[in-house]
């Protein structure tokens, strides 16, 4: 089975590609992206550590990386995303199964929930799995980072348009799929270049970093004959996992960019640091979610 690396011409400057292979957690590795993802990092030689939801897609998800890799070290580790005690446990099992990480890839996400859902925390379903729960895991792992360690957090062209409702975070009113979305998107970019500052307040020895995919489809999809749009704009789930495998990988990012493809449109092309949307009193905001964050999770940092 051939995988695509994404390295190459328009796409990734290999050059920049560090020639260390230290361990990646990968949250969302069983599907879309997040496989595409696992996949390249695999192939690159970067053992991983996978938190899946569903132990029979996860034991499927490690098959297939290593029928494409046959040398690839792949972990898999339980982990629900909509629940704060099992962020916990797979802490606790991380630190003493693994005990260290290189890279941490917040990449699993909740989108487009058509009803307004919560968690069993009784948080929104985009906010507690696209923010709280990474905030708390990143958090609890933080300890176990080797020096230098990486922490990338996926978000989404969508965060251009997402409002956080600091009165109305459960969404108990006037809910909207995508605004819902966008919101724990924006929540994500702010807590990525927020954690940026931290590190360099607090002299932590990471870097933080954000990505997004840009408009990714299935490559099936992407050459049916009825998707001309998604053939003009998109790009397939390979080519959506450059960024965040530039992410862990180049040394010369030094904490705080945004990476996504490199079109006008950013919806698909060859993975670049890329302006970020605008953040309307980012520091106020920022740090009011950060605070907000350590309270709700009951794992301040």
Do not use: C
């Amino acid at each position: 089975m051939g995988v695509p690396i994404l390295f190459s011409g328009d796409l990734y400057d290999r050059s920049v590609h560090s020639t260390e292979r230290g361990r990646v957690v990968l949250t969302g590795a069983t599907r879309g992206v997040g496989l595409a993802t696992a996949l390249q990092l695999a192939a690159l030689g970067h053992p991983l550590v996978l938190p899946v939801r569903d132990p029979d897609r996860g034991a499927a998800t490690r098959a297939l990386i290593q029928e494409a890799n046959p040398s690839a070290v792949v972990d898999v580790l339980p982990l629900d995303l909509a629940a704060l005690s099992s962020v916990r446990e797979f802490a606790a099992l991380f630190a003493d199964r693994i005990g260290s990480w290189d890279a941490l890839v917040n990449n699993a996400g909740a989108i487009l929930v058509p009803e307004r859902t919560l968690t069993i925390d009784g948080f929104e379903m985009h906010l507690g799995v696209n923010h709280l729960a990474p905030y708390a895991l990143t958090g609890l792992l933080l300890p176990f980072a080797a020096p230098g360690a990486r922490v990338v957090t996926v978000s989404s062209l969508a965060a251009r348009w997402g409002r956080i409702q600091f009165h109305d975070l459960r969404w108990d009113h006037g809910y909207s799929p995508f605004r819902a979305y966008a919101a724990s998107k924006r929540a994500g970019l702010l807590f990525a270049r927020r954690l940026h500052a931290k590190a360099q307040d607090e002299g932590l020895a990471i870097t933080s970093v954000a990505t997004h995919p840009g408009y990714s489809v299935s490559e099936e999809r992407l050459k049916s004959p009825r998707t001309f749009y998604e053939r003009v704009i998109g790009q397939g789930y390979a080519a959506g996992a450059a960024a965040n495998v530039r992410a862990v990988t180049d040394p010369s990012l030094r904490g705080g960019e945004f990476l996504g493809p490199g079109n006008l449109l950013q919806t698909a092309g060859g993975a670049k640091i890329v302006g970020p949307p605008p953040l309307r009193d980012e520091l106020e905001v920022s740090g009011r979610l950060w605070r907000l964050s350590g309270q709700l999770t009951r794992i301040p940092w």
